[in-house]
Structures are given as C-alpha cells and as structure tokens.
C-alpha cells in the first residue's frame, strides 16, 4: 500500500423503528503502517463550516479508533466485546456517546484495505440503533466501489 491514498468512510444507522440513516465521506488521505497497526489520515469538508475537520483512523484486527478535530471534535474506539464512553463535542453542546462493538473484521490486499465494525450506539444513555462503519482504503489512482 503506498502513502497516498482515497478514503471512503461510510456510516450506517438502524434505529429501532427500523429507519437507516447512511452517511459516506470520500476523500484523499495518507496511509502509514507503524507497529503493526494502520493509520489513515484526512481532511474533510462540513457542511456550513469554513473550517475543515482533521480526521485520523487507527485500526489493527481487533480495534478501531476514530478521532475528529475542528468544529466537531469526537475520539471513538471501537473494541469487540467492549463498551467504550466518550464525548461528541459540537458548536451546540456536548454528547456523551456509548459504543458497544460486537464485530469488527479488517481485510487487506495488496492495493486496499477494508475494515468494517458493527456496533450498538446510545446517546446520553439512551440507545439510538444498531450501526455500521466501513472503510474502504486504496491506493491513490484506483477507483473506490462505493455500491
């Protein structure tokens, strides 16, 4: 895998009435591998903000940790098995965010990498949904399938 890289996160949300949310960002990134574990750096660009978000993934087979910073700021970690606590941090107040991952599965080639995590997510204590993260990894100049 080379440093330059195309990043697709893509989020889904199942709420217990059974609506989906889904959300994907595209974008060009840089990709390092340290200690056995992956790193993926990239801007992004929110909607009404002038400010863009400095976002960093680190994951290895077992964990995945997501960290925002700019006008939103959130630092995830995603552990199977495990429920982890943190703070969303917005322009309008904070969140306090509980993940319960119950699955994560990394697959690498020698030109991608995609990692996907499903977990259950409660906001200030009260359950939202079953979500799902995918990242999709490749080397810069190949195309992301984003169906």
């Not at 609506?19 to 595209?26: F, K, L």
């Not at 925002?68 to 703070?87: D, R």
Request: proline share 3%.
């Amino acid at each position: 895998m080379t440093k330059e890289v195309l990043v697709s996160l893509k989020g889904l949300q199942l709420s217990p009435d059974e609506q989906s949310d889904a959300v994907e960002v595209i974008a060009p990134g840089e990709y390092y591998l340290r200690n056995d574990k992956h790193y993926i750096l990239f801007e992004e660009a929110i909607e009404g903000e002038h400010e863009v978000s400095k976002n960093m993934i680190k994951f290895t087979k077992d964990s995945l940790e997501y960290s925002k910073k700019g006008p939103m700021n959130v630092h995830m970690i995603f552990e199977k098995g495990k429920k982890n606590l943190t703070y969303y941090y917005t322009p309008f107040g904070s969140l306090q965010v509980g993940i319960n991952a119950t699955s994560i599965n990394v697959e690498e080639t020698e030109d991608e990498i995609v990692a996907e995590v499903k977990y259950g997510l409660d906001i200030n204590f009260e359950y939202v949904g079953d979500c799902h993260i995918t990242v999709h990894i490749k080397q810069k100049g190949s195309s992301i399938n984003i169906g």
